[in-house]
């Protein structure tokens, strides 16, 4: 059994999900938020009362839903606090929190300036975890490829058509590579994985810049769409010529092969928690809110990606107690601090040590009343 389906399993049983979200496959299929009743949407107004606590509730980015699965355990374990985060993908999540129907939005794309307009009050960013986006595949035997930043363009483009394209080919020096047709799988959801993996498209192809551009959702050329990582991921392993992106963890735990790819060093680097420490060990912005595809680090992986928390800054809103609120930055602190712990064993990066920092100054800004929540 892979960790995708026993956090499933794992979950179900701390009753951190509601029962029958989870398919067979073990894709968290979770209700989008149009899809939540009256009930659904007034949970987080007030505190939620149970035997064990408090219950607090998150939505959005399935990126780091195998390590929140067991953070969220972890944390119910160790204060009795329950944290229902429902897996439905970045937009989702943004939407969620935004709509004030959750106590936190997640997404692997930080909101620029003019999607934080859009909110009627100040929201902050709080990182988690640094993740790996891999272009994995389905062929015979499958090896393990090389592909620069302008090959993976144009397969996704439809430009690259067959496997033993000589693009291809030739910077896989002695890897017998197949006639066969190139299958694209991308996400068909609102994706922070596709924003950042899109991000770092547009950073090496101008084409793909001037054409497709970047966001949660884009037109793809070609391909299937399949939504969530793990749906991505089951295309590819149930498709032959297949060729898809997804976060790293979930491509080591399906095991799918994935890319070697160029980095703008001119390096090839396999993806790793290392080579993902590394490009995102850098000077922050004080809002953490960065790129870090296609970095400068000479040994960096060059598609790596934070993944957020998103809360309002101020917390007195709809209803809500200072309980609520304080129980939510104990839980954001925790994640950022203690949490970490878990990162490496699941196959994501701990946040460097500098943005640690950075996040401790943030979670001291969210105010109840205006006054500071955490000192």
């Keep these: 059994m892979n960790r995708i389906k026993l956090f499933v399993e794992l979950v179900l049983v701390a009753g951190l999900i509601a029962p029958g979200l989870a398919t067979a496959g073990g894709q968290n299929e979770q209700p989008m938020p149009s899809q939540m009743n009256a009930t659904d949407a007034a949970r987080p107004a007030a505190a939620t009362s149970s035997a064990a606590g408090t219950e607090l509730m998150g939505a959005g980015a399935s990126f780091p839903y195998p390590i929140y699965s067991k ?35 997640a997404s692997d794309a930080f909101l620029n300036d003019e999607a934080m307009k859009q909110f009627d009050a100040p929201i902050v960013h709080i990182p988690t975890v640094l993740g790996s986006i891999v272009v994995t595949y389905n062929l015979p035997g499958n090896p393990t490829l090389k592909l620069t930043g302008t090959v993976i363009a144009d397969i996704f483009m439809g430009k690259i058509t067959k496997w033993n394209d000589p693009a291809i080919t030739g910077i896989n020096s002695g890897v017998s590579l197949p006639a066969t047709d190139i299958i694209v799988a991308h996400r068909s959801d609102g994706s922070g994985t596709t924003n950042n993996f899109t991000a770092y498209l547009a950073r090496v192809s101008t084409e793909w810049k001037d054409k497709i551009g970047t966001a949660n959702s884009v037109n793809w050329p070609v391909g299937l769409g399949g939504a969530q990582n793990t749906g991505v991921a089951g295309i590819v392993k149930s498709t032959p010529g297949a060729v ?66 998103v809360v309002y800054k101020e917390q007195n809103y709809g209803g809500r107690s200072a309980a609520r609120a304080g129980e939510l930055v104990k839980l954001l602190w925790w994640v950022t601090h203690e949490g970490q712990q878990y990162a490496e064993s ?30």
């Excluded at 953070?71 to 985060?85: I, R």
């Excluded at 490009?279 to 953490?288: E, N, V, W, Y």
């Design 346 to 375: 699941l196959d994501y990066a701990p946040l460097p040590a500098a943005a640690v920092k950075d996040v401790e100054t943030i979670l001291k800004s969210i105010t109840f009343n205006g006054k500071p929540i955490r000192r």
């Design 244 to 309: 898809g992106y997804v976060e790293l963890a979930y491509a080591i735990q399906n095991d799918l092969p994935y890319a070697t790819v160029q980095n703008k060093a001119g390096n090839w680097i396999v993806p790793s928690l290392k080579s993902t420490s590394l490009a995102g060990d850098m000077q922050l912005p004080a809002d953490t809110r960065v790129i870090l595809a296609n970095t400068e680090a000479t040994n960096g992986y060059p598609i790596s990606t934070m993944t957020w928390l």
């Design 71 to 105: 953070m969220f355990d972890e944390y119910n374990k160790a204060t009795g606090v329950k944290v229902n985060y429902q897996s439905i993908g970045s937009s989702g999540g943004v939407k969620n929190i935004k709509d004030k129907v959750v106590d936190f939005g």
